[in-house]
């Protein structure tokens, strides 16, 4: 069953702790993406990954990290730096890095701050 | 700035009628148009996209329409059933870099029987 996933669903961070979305995809694809996603607002993009060991920051980057060891991974961390972490956040991946291509999104992980 | 802006923000309809949702933008250069279906808590998934060059494109039920010399795009749903009901996002990419891919913020539609 090819698809991109994300884990867990839900997450809860406590002040001053850093946490770690996971996102992995089996359809072969380059580039994978982070965005957050804010009530009423469009989706923002966090950073992005056109090849293994490889990424730049999007628009959102501070208080985020991401590495990119495999082809199939993209971790994204939320750090303490992060002030306002409470979100949806979306992972998506495409063929390569470039406007033509799809983007497929996975089911999201909602953080939320206790 | 680029931006795309997105009407209304919700909307509610009845089963079976049609609807029009409205994308304006202002991004340049212009690469193409997606419109994307966000079903509540789930990620957004891709309906149609359009280059400059064209100006209709259709899915199902689903016909998306490109005026590239204004700047605007609709997504018309034809008979809508109650599986319609999601938010829809219109994203434009002006560019090849991922950063410059640029998100509505989508319109809510609901679908009530």
């Known amino acids: 069953d090819g698809g991109i996933t994300q884990s867990p669903k839900y997450l809860f961070r406590k002040e001053g702790q850093n946490v770690t979305l996971s996102c992995e995809q089996n359809?072969?694809?380059?580039?994978m993406y982070w965005y957050r996603q804010d009530p009423g607002q469009g989706l923002r993009l966090i950073y992005y990954?056109?090849?293994?060991?490889?990424?730049q920051k999007g628009d959102i980057a501070e208080g985020y990290s991401v590495s990119r060891e495999k082809k199939e991974s993209f971790p994204l961390t939320v750090t303490s730096a992060q002030k306002n972490p409470t979100a949806f956040y979306l992972c998506?991946?495409?063929?390569?890095?470039?406007?033509?291509?799809?983007?497929?999104f996975g089911p999201g992980t909602r953080l939320l701050v206790l | 700035k680029n931006q795309v802006e997105q009407s209304p923000q919700s909307l509610i309809i009845l089963e079976g009628k049609n609807c029009t949702l409205q994308?304006?933008?202002?991004?340049?250069?212009?690469?193409?148009l997606r419109w994307y279906k966000q079903d509540t808590g789930r990620g957004p998934v891709s309906l149609t996209i359009?280059?400059?060059?064209?100006n209709t494109k259709s899915n199902g039920r689903y016909t998306a329409t490109l005026d590239a010399d204004t700047k605007q795009s609709s997504l018309h749903i034809t008979a809508s059933q109650l599986s319609d009901s999601a938010s829809y996002i219109c994203?434009?990419?002006?560019?090849?870099?991922?950063?410059?891919?640029?998100f509505g913020s989508g319109t809510r539609l609901s679908i009530r029987p």
């Open positions: 359009m280059t400059f060059s064209e």
């Open positions: 994308c304006n933008y202002t991004v340049s250069p212009f690469s193409n």
């Open positions: 359809l072969n694809h380059d580039a």
């Open positions: 990954s056109q090849i293994v060991n490889d990424f």
């Open positions: 998506a991946s495409s063929m390569i890095a470039g406007e033509q291509e799809t983007q497929y």
């Open positions: 994203v434009v990419s002006a560019g090849s870099s991922a950063s410059k891919i640029i």
